[in-house]
């Protein structure tokens, strides 16, 4: 009602610049006398013009929400025949196909998406290997794992993601991976890889920096498939995931998307809001979320070769760019044997405390070559 008011308001406005106010007065007169009439009969219960319009209102309304139900199930009968999704190759963040692919669980998400790897699994006597982005640089990463000291069957060894893409032995690199049993997180190329063997499959056209999947074995493409987007190994303390996390927000409620693709935090009234922030090396948009994650866990993470090494307290970033010639980088952490050794003459009964920055040691070697050009930023 009070719509139809200022309505008719800005109707008499228009008009008073054209007509004297005698016809304007004489003309709301009449008009008030007409609303008088119709809400008198409205009252009586009477049908009127108001109540007319009312019931056209109704019926257009319903005749509506009939055709949108009826488009909603012709809708639901089509996709049925469609084959099932395949990546959208340029997926960005927060679009309505990236969450619909979020959210597409089963074929497209690994069937473990926060993995833990248990004192069982590690062992008491061998070290924890974190290697940071390989990106197909395999000569590179053989000569870590020589420098490191690598020991096949007792050391374990975690990739921090991004396998493939940029340099040159993707194909290599993941046979490696999988044939000394690494573990590793989902990058955003091993995404891109993926979407890229699936669109291949499908006869779809694959983007020419990620043509190396047409050589991938099945196997692979299915190893690649199940790499979580977290490892975490509570005897250590400490979580790996590709990209970063956003503080203050539980694991399990962290948007996977961001787990492979952020670099920055925005400060927010509702708390941290993640942030691609690529080509903002020098914080723009927000710090670098490692630099404000205060743990509990110390997070190994790659995914931001222009920041490079970040030694921060609870978290270490491993992105060195060895595929843009720079190095590559792996952190070492003592065997759990050792670790409680240290931790009894410490302070005898104590409980196991977080990882300790004093016990991560840092190895690199440098790249063969300049495999890529940062293109992409300014
Ligand atoms: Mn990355």
Redesign the pocket.
């Known amino acids: 009602m009070a719509n139809e008011a200022n309505g008719s308001e800005a109707l008499l406005d228009d008009l008073e610049e054209f007509r004297p106010i005698g016809e304007i007065e004489d003309a709301d007169r009449r008009r008030r006398k007409d609303l008088d009439r119709e809400s008198a009969r409205a009252v009586k219960g009477g049908a009127t013009r108001g109540s007319y319009r009312k019931l056209a209102l109704a019926t257009i309304m319903l005749a509506t929400v009939g055709v949108a139900f009826a488009l909603l199930i012709t809708a639901v009968e089509l996709s049925k025949d469609e084959a099932q999704p395949v990546y959208d190759l340029n997926l960005r963040r927060g679009s309505p196909e990236y969450r619909l692919f979020l959210a597409s669980a089963g074929k497209l998400l690994p069937p473990e998406t926060h993995a833990v790897l248990s004192k069982a699994e590690l062992g008491m006597k061998g070290r924890v290997l974190i290697i940071g982005?390989v990106h197909g640089c395999v000569k590179e990463m053989k000569e870590l794992l020589d420098a490191a000291k690598y020991e096949h069957g007792l050391d374990t060894v975690i990739l921090v993601?991004?396998l493939g893409d940029k340099g040159p032995y993707p194909l290599e690199v993941i046979a490696e991976a999988r044939r000394l049993g690494f573990y590793s997180v989902r990058?955003?190329?091993d995404d891109k890889a993926l979407a890229a063997y699936e669109a291949f499959k499908a006869n779809k056209p694959v983007p020419a920096k990620t043509r190396w999947v047409k050589e991938m074995p099945e196997g692979a493409a299915e190893w690649l498939h199940r790499l979580p987007f977290s490892i975490r190994l509570p005897a250590y303390g400490l979580t790996v995931v590709?990209?970063g996390l956003v503080p203050d927000v539980a694991l399990t409620r962290q948007q996977l998307g961001d787990l492979?693709s952020m670099r920055e935090v925005v400060n927010t009234t509702g708390g941290w809001r993640a942030e691609e922030g690529k080509c903002d090396p020098t914080g723009k948009l927000g710090p670098a979320w490692a630099s404000v994650w205060d743990g509990p866990d110390h997070v190994f993470f790659?995914?931001d070769h222009q920041r490079g090494l970040q030694k921060r307290a609870y978290a270490t970033g491993l992105d060195t760019g060895c595929c843009y010639g720079d190095r590559l980088t792996a952190a070492i952490l003592p065997s759990l044997h050792e670790l409680q050794a240290q931790q009894r003459e410490a302070e005898p009964g104590s409980l196991p405390k977080p990882l300790d920055p004093a016990d991560i040691t840092l190895i690199s070697v440098p790249a063969h070559e300049k495999y890529y050009d940062d293109d992409e930023c300014p």
């Open positions: 982005d993601g991004d990058g955003n190329h590709h990209a492979y790659g995914h």
